[in-house]
């Protein structure tokens, strides 16, 4: 395990940016991985501008992206990559020799299976993460990306189009990929490190070049013959780029200057718990997960960016009649930061993995859906006790909001004053809770959750659980219909849903994960 003192700054990457981590005092690990995405949003453009589908064969453009995401792998985490590999070269060998009836079923658990092994290890073996054993990230990137290719797969060669739903069938993949099509789609140098997980077929309309102009096809009425998108040029990412990079600043600025300053393990600490009052430890709880907030915001805004930087990500024409290049949104920080109810903020966080988890599981399980989803999502986390603390948690919040709501919310609708009072109280109420819920998932250990629960009086629990039974008397069945059979805690976000409208009901970027 090595010194505490210098394990902060210990990797199995590349060590030339050590003197760069020791005079800013940040961990090597996030030092390459800085720099490795600062790379890729300059190769980004590069590749979109010298690189694209009029100047190079997509043969080239695959092969770039590959070597350029292997490449970041290397650096980052030097040997532990071969993890990484092993997992995409042995699930490809699935692809193309496995039945093609059973192919998601054995890739979901080979991949699934491995991930869980290396999470099992980063727990148990490497006492709780060592930050040179961390290349868990890209492993779960890379198994949602394996995942999603196998069932869109089955979905394509095995069923018939009628017993799939319509956004199923806009991404089933009729044949298998080829090698070189399979390796850049899961390790290109766009997503590789953060992600975002997306749809086979939409990287390779954009590798060969067709991404923007079907999309643009699809805008209705807009399309005429000579005079329709097929002879307009491309519509540019650069102003959503640099609105993108606007709030990574922002963020790493607020990581900066307000986030260190308020960190989550004070909640913890022993001489806090036992001499601050309840509200002053439950304001500074609230205010740490608030800070605790933005360097999600930044690493998956700055992902979302690099995609766009490529060409990648376009969803349409929204209703101002503008570019929109949210097709990779993994984030809606107003939609998170102005929720309303929990399931209002978990829809508007990590919007992709939420669409995986609909699509691998929910969609697809003949019963006992919602518990299924839940169980994969937390495997797919890892094995930290906190991350079951908080889906367990989220269990009664839940019920306990949906019960709330359709008791009590029609009392308020008949005023904008009344309306407005429930906003802002239901508002304090669903903040108060997340910070409540995700505590562990940043504290991870058995010990530090029970400390901070304690410290809390359980009150989270014990208010949700007693909503949950006291207005369950009121509620009445809904007739099932084709809305509610839909993952209902996996919602449309409102990130996508602006533009998805007016253009195209092409994806259904959804969440049930907390982070």
């Known amino acids: 395990m090595g010194e505490p003192a210098d394990s902060t700054f210990k990797t199995t990457g590349s060590k030339w940016l050590l003197p760069?981590?020791?005079?800013?005092?940040?961990?090597?690990?996030?030092?390459?991985?800085?720099?490795?995405?600062?790379?890729?949003?300059?190769?980004?453009?590069?590749?979109?501008?010298?690189?694209?589908?009029?100047?190079?064969?997509?043969?080239?453009?695959?092969?770039?992206?590959?070597?350029?995401?292997?490449?970041?792998?290397?650096?980052?985490?030097?040997?532990?990559?071969?993890?990484?590999?092993?997992?995409?070269?042995?699930?490809?060998?699935?692809?193309?020799?496995?039945?093609?009836?059973?192919?998601?079923?054995?890739?979901?658990?080979?991949?699934?299976?491995?991930?869980?092994?290396?999470?099992?290890?980063?727990?148990?073996?490497?006492?709780?993460?060592?930050?040179?054993t961390d290349f868990s990230g890209p492993l779960m990137i890379v198994t949602q990306k394996i995942t999603t290719l196998a069932f869109q797969l089955h979905d394509g060669m095995c069923k018939k189009a009628e017993h799939l739903t319509s956004e199923q069938k806009l991404v089933a993949i009729n044949v298998r990929p080829s090698l070189i099509e399979y390796l850049s789609y899961n390790l290109n140098f766009l997503s590789v490190l953060v992600g975002p997980c997306n749809n086979f077929q939409d990287y390779i309309d954009f590798i060969e070049g067709r991404h923007i102009s079907r999309r643009l096809r699809q805008h209705a009425?807009?399309?005429?013959?000579?005079?329709?998108?097929?002879?307009?040029?491309?519509?540019?990412?650069?102003?959503?780029?640099?609105?993108?990079?606007?709030?990574?600043?922002?963020?790493?600025?607020?990581?900066?200057?307000?986030?260190?300053?308020?960190?989550?393990?004070?909640?913890?600490?022993?001489?806090?718990?036992?001499?601050?009052?309840?509200?002053?430890?439950?304001?500074?709880?609230?205010?740490?997960?608030?800070?605790?907030?933005?360097?999600?915001?930044?690493?998956?805004?700055?992902?979302?960016?690099?995609?766009?930087?490529?060409?990648?990500?376009?969803?349409?024409?929204?209703?101002?009649?503008?570019?929109?290049?949210?097709?990779?949104?993994?984030?809606?920080?107003?939609?998170i930061e102005t929720a309303t109810s929990f399931k209002t903020f978990i829809d508007n966080w990590n919007i992709q993995t939420g669409t995986w988890l609909k699509t691998v599981c929910y969609e697809r399980a003949p019963k006992h859906r919602l518990p299924l989803t839940f169980i994969l999502s937390a495997l797919w986390h890892g094995v930290y006790p906190g991350y079951y603390f908080t889906f367990i948690t989220a269990i009664p919040i839940t019920m306990a909001a949906r019960a709330v709501r359709k008791s009590v919310r029609h009392f308020f609708l008949g005023s904008i004053a009344l309306k407005l009072g429930y906003d802002i109280l239901t508002w304090a109420a669903t903040q108060l809770a997340i910070c409540y819920t995700v505590m562990p998932f940043l504290l991870l250990s058995v010990d530090e959750t029970m400390v901070y629960y304690r410290s809390m009086f359980f009150y989270v629990h014990i208010i949700s659980i007693l909503a949950a039974i006291g207005f369950h008397w009121k509620h009445k069945p809904r007739k099932p219909s084709a809305t509610t059979k839909t993952f209902s805690a996996f919602s449309s976000t409102s990130c996508a849903a602006s533009c998805s409208a007016q253009c195209q009901p092409v994806h259904s970027n959804n969440n049930d994960k907390i982070d």
């Open 221 to 335: 009425g807009t399309c005429n013959g000579q005079n329709g998108y097929d002879k307009s040029p491309d519509p540019s990412p650069l102003n959503a780029v640099c609105r993108k990079l606007v709030v990574c600043s922002g963020c790493m600025l607020f990581f900066l200057t307000v986030t260190r300053s308020l960190p989550i393990k004070y909640n913890v600490d022993q001489d806090f718990v036992s001499r601050a009052p309840f509200l002053t430890r439950l304001t500074y709880a609230f205010f740490s997960i608030q800070a605790a907030r933005p360097k999600f915001y930044f690493a998956w805004t700055l992902a979302d960016a690099i995609n766009n930087a490529a060409g990648y990500g376009f969803l349409g024409i929204d209703k101002n009649g503008k570019p929109s290049w949210d097709l990779n949104c993994n984030i809606n920080i107003i939609g």
């Open 20 to 132: 760069v981590s020791e005079y800013f005092s940040f961990p090597l690990d996030q030092v390459n991985f800085l720099a490795c995405q600062l790379f890729a949003l300059a190769a980004a453009f590069w590749f979109r501008l010298y690189l694209g589908p009029g100047h190079a064969n997509p043969l080239v453009r695959h092969a770039v992206a590959t070597l350029l995401g292997i490449s970041f792998l290397i650096f980052c985490f030097g040997w532990y990559a071969v993890h990484i590999l092993t997992v995409v070269a042995v699930n490809y060998l699935i692809i193309i020799k496995a039945d093609i009836d059973n192919v998601h079923r054995y890739t979901m658990v080979i991949a699934m299976g491995y991930l869980t092994a290396c999470q099992v290890s980063r727990v148990f073996i490497f006492n709780y993460g060592i930050l040179s």
